[in-house]
């Protein structure tokens, strides 16, 4: 299949009213992080049915679809990534890694993201040298640096916690609220795996955290716990 033919295929399922909805969902107004995106209204799920039934697609198309206006086009594009990097040969890995890393600015919703980086930035890294998402946690984009924090779920997966935690401390004063959540939402997967190192890292800086990022870290602790740290009585 062709880029072309696929963007038909999903322009063919487009729903108006649900397109709406989701400019509004995913912040596209002025000024807004999301500002002036374009969507089809495609539900996630009938997307990723359509990443199953049309696998055999070149990378140059995909990198087509990631050139779309349209979110959704995009969305297809990396979830078709995912699926061709989890079947390929080391040699197919390398090229969808670079790939996507070469179009980070067509990765710009928190979405994308999230549905992407762990499963081919962290997946590629994990036994590799890591130091490209401290290059991109230091970017002026936020969706890099949200790329660079996500990518380290594959790691936390594995019980390999340090890079999460390394790139916490230098995001820890960043402005952004998705990357408060990012964080936050890390440390928590951390501390499913491991409570102990969660809260050694808790206690040594839960009081400069971000409130955001405090509340999604400490989310799965008992109540009385939780009602401390945000009163700092801890």
Known sequence: MTAQEISICLRSLADPARAEHSGRYFKTGLGEYGEGDRFLGIRVPDIRAQVKKYGAVSL???????????????????????RKFAKGDEKEQAAIYNLYLNNTHRINNWDLVDSSA?????????????????????SAS???????????????????????????????????????KAVGWMLR??????????????????????????RYAIEKLPEQERKKYLLGEI
Do not use: C
Not at 207 to 214: E, G, N
């Open 189 to 214: 997967e951390i501390g499913k795996r491991n409570v102990v190192v969660e809260k050694a890292y808790l206690q040594a800086h839960y009081k400069k955290m971000p409130r955001t990022m405090l």
């Open 60 to 82: 140059g198309d995909i990198q087509a679809l990631l050139m779309s206006d349209f979110h959704e086009e995009r969305l297809f594009a990396l979830l078709l990534l995912v």
């Open 118 to 138: 762990s499963y081919i930035v962290g997946s590629y890294l994990e036994s590799r040298d890591k130091k490209i998402l401290y290059q991109l946690a230091k």
């Open 142 to 180: 936020v969706w890099e640096r949200r790329i660079a924090v996500i990518s380290t779920f594959q790691f936390i997966a594995n019980n390999q916690f340090d890079d999460a935690l390394k790139l916490a401390r230098q995001l820890l004063n960043d402005e952004h609220d998705l990357i408060h």
